[in-house]
């Protein structure tokens, strides 16, 4: 039972995180989904959110956008355009963010600045339950 | 000839020069270190995203997305080029506007609509020379940029190629191959041809979330957008490298210039104490 899977996760201008863990729980276009060690190869998008990994009975929260994970047996992969520990999330900064998108959101009238503005509302929501999700689980 | 003091000011302003060059060497040389390290951490994603494409587009082939489709019949072609927005580099940017002003004017030859698209101003201020179509320019980013940039970029040549305002996206950059040898290439972008993964993937079964084509119609977009990051990366890298050689040059030009001109400056002293004396001499003997 001692069996751990490598976690990576790697964003264009840094290599985030790599570690061994128990248990990832990653929020896949489809819906979330959870890889235990010995997990069949698998290919999958990912949307914007919460992934978690568990190490030694504690969670850890990380926050990814626009990224795809690769899991084979004894390690998972994720490439994300941006991905963040729950540890280094500003959350002045998301919440700042968050006003400009919804300010956004009430003036935009074309369909492309709207889809974007709604994307920036998701990543800044995600990013702030990321940390207090982490706050709670006290990893953070 | 030069009189004493015109030399001296001459030698006084050589020194300053060098001063200045070896100071440009020495920022140049840990700026290159910064951005050499940028493209060390970006390789392990590059890396692994064209491990995960080639695995996908094994089984792919043209029909599958529009981003892979060669049109028949070419009206505009897209030209992206990345330079750096300074100079004194040496002939790092000329290199790389010569080769993508030769692409237009090959391209304008065979009756294509040719557009640009600037990144870097040196870039850009030769292109509006030569009369081009300027799209899109982003100046003074250079010194500082990030994925966000490239995937800007990105998305607005993705578009412009989906709506059928460009045929053919072509990328003219820096590449960075040592200290001493930068290339401009020319690698054209879109429409995505024989993905460099093809021959790494690893050739295992997975099982796919959406689908190959949802997951295809994620990647291949991104897959724009890490060509473009890289010739960002690679073109700041060589800019640097370019730089640095540069100053080097210049610097010991300098050398040379004060060496001929302490020379020149001694010989000068000499001339006149010989011609001073002479006088001298000339003098007495004239009084006896």
């Known amino acids: 039972m001692s069996k751990k899977l490598l976690l990576e996760i790697v964003t264009p201008d840094r290599k985030v995180l790599s570690q061994d863990v128990d248990y990832v729980g990653a929020p896949g276009a489809l819906g979330e989904f959870g890889v235990l060690p010995n997990h069949i190869p698998f290919l999958s998008a990912l949307g914007i959110g919460n992934l978690y990994y568990k190490d030694g009975g504690r969670t850890h929260y990380v926050f ?3 990224g795809f994970a690769e899991v084979n047996p004894d390690k998972v992969t994720i490439l994300a355009e941006a991905a963040e520990k729950a540890t280094d999330i500003d959350t002045e900064r998301a919440r700042k963010a968050q006003e400009r998108a919804q300010q956004r959101l009430a003036r935009a009238q074309e369909k492309v600045d709207n889809a974007r503005a709604q994307a920036a509302l998701r990543r800044s929501l995600a990013r702030m339950s990321c940390r207090t999700s982490g706050e709670k689980a006290g990893t953070c | 000839m030069a009189s004493l003091r015109d030399v001296k000011t001459k030698i006084g302003a050589v020194k300053k020069t060098k001063q200045i060059t070896k100071a440009m060497n020495m920022v140049a040389s840990a700026k290159l270190r910064n951005a050499q390290g940028r493209i060390e951490r970006f390789k392990p994603y590059a890396q692994k995203f064209f491990e995960m494409l ?3 587009a094994a089984g792919a082939d043209e029909s599958v997305h529009p981003l892979l489709a060669k049109r028949e019949e070419k009206k505009t072609v897209g030209i992206v080029i990345v330079t750096s927005d300074r100079g004194l580099c040496g002939s790092f940017n000329a290199n790389i506007i010569k080769a993508a ?4 004017r090959e391209k304008r030859a ?3 609509g040719v557009k640009f698209y600037c990144v870097g101003k040196k870039g850009r201020d030769a292109v ?3 009369e081009y179509e300027i799209v899109v320019q982003y100046r003074d980013i250079m010194g500082s940029f990030d994925f966000t940039v490239a995937s800007k970029l990105g998305n607005e040549l993705i578009n412009a190629f989906l709506d059928g305002t460009l ?3 072509v990328l003219c950059y820096g590449e960075f191959i040592s200290m001493g040898r930068q290339v401009p290439v020319a690698q054209i972008v879109l429409p995505i041809s024989g993905t460099p993964g093809e021959a790494a993937g690893s050739g295992k079964e997975y099982v796919y979330e959406p689908s190959v084509e949802g997951l295809l119609a994620e990647l291949l977009p991104r897959f724009v957008k890490v060509q473009v990051y890289r010739g960002m990366l690679d073109t700041s890298a060589s800019e640097h490298a370019a730089r640095m050689t540069a100053m080097d040059n210049a610097t010991r030009a300098c050398d040379d210039m004060i060496n001929a ?3 020149l400056y001694n010989k000068t ?8 004396l002479m006088d001298i001499v000339g003098a007495t003997e004239a009084l006896k």
């Open chain 1, 64 to 66: 990814v956008s626009g």
């Open chain 2, 54 to 56: 080639g695995d996908l």
């Open chain 2, 101 to 104: 002003l030769k692409l237009a």
């Open chain 2, 110 to 112: 065979e009756g294509l």
């Open chain 2, 128 to 130: 509006r020379k030569a």
């Open chain 2, 167 to 169: 045929d053919e996206v």
């Open chain 2, 261 to 263: 001109l302490t020379l």
């Open chain 2, 269 to 276: 002293r000499q001339a006149a104490i010989t011609r001073d």
